[in-house]
DNA sequence: TTGAATTTAATTGCATACAACCAAATTAGC
DNA sequence: GCTAATTTGGTTGTATGCAATTAAATTCAA
């Protein structure tokens, strides 16, 4: 038994073990599938979802768009100018708040949408989930992020 | 129902009824929490799956290592070599094959691996769920990178 | 009302990720 | 044995991610 003991303690440093690690592999993975049918549309994955906020709000601001994708300005400054570059959307400072800088989806943009719409079928067939199933599995992630984000374990600071 | 069936054909398109999206903020906000618990040892997320790998093994070839992370040469070989100037491992190439790297673990990294080995207690602090739920969450992770990986699909290439 | 605190983007620096390409070593066929 | 195909790392270029800092605009407070 005291093997036994030995074994358990080595488990937790085993990369088999790790949640941290399933997680972290399938999104690298998952993004792997996306990248030929984003390549014929010419964009990435990051500008993917950034798009799909676009497609549902068609103006909303930076500081916005960034809590939606939990994603910062050093991320997202620069992703949002290669979008306007491509004319997928615009920039332009708030006149109300000259600090805030409102993103609009322009008609190439929303035209984008329509070239998009078969991706998450094509996705779905790969993950070969069950409906419910993937559901299921993505509320759980969901509310595991949402525990991680508040943290409301003293331990770790 | 003409609205309705409008509704559904928008629905797939929507950030939040994303997989992906669930799956990638999450593993992006628990290497976040790892942060700190890391930056103490001096060592990057990336950089801490791969010892545990080295913990576990001792020897091991660079392509087995990136095989094990699913993480190709381009990420590999720089990480490497920063864990080689912290003198945690070694880079010899193999007598019997000179094209394999062989990495191997050193004193000092056998020894990181004892400040490591609270880390995965307080990061379970934070997780906030149940063993068994972790462990069940870990295992539809890890199944679904498989079948993604696997693509079964013929629709998707 | 005016100086301090706050909010919001942008910038900088560092560390991934990964596709595409390249070079060296090894293996397979003939 | 010798050449072609394969295997394995390394390099390059592009795109994130994110902490830390900066700068401009706004709000707050005495």
Redesign the pocket.
Known sequence: MTEKKYRDDDAVLKLENQLCFAV?ACS??I??RY?PHL?ALGI????YITMMVLWEETTI??????ERL?????????????LEKQGYIT?Q??D???????ITLTDAGQALKTSAAEIPYKIACDVGLELTEGIALREKLKQLTKDIREGNCEYSK
């Open positions: 972290y690298r993975e993004i792997k990248r390549d990435t994955y990051t500008q601001s930076a500081k916005v768009l960034g939990l994603l910062d300005s050093g991320t997202l400054t620069p992703l949002l100018k290669k920039r400072r708030s109300e708040d000259e600090r805030l800088l409102m």
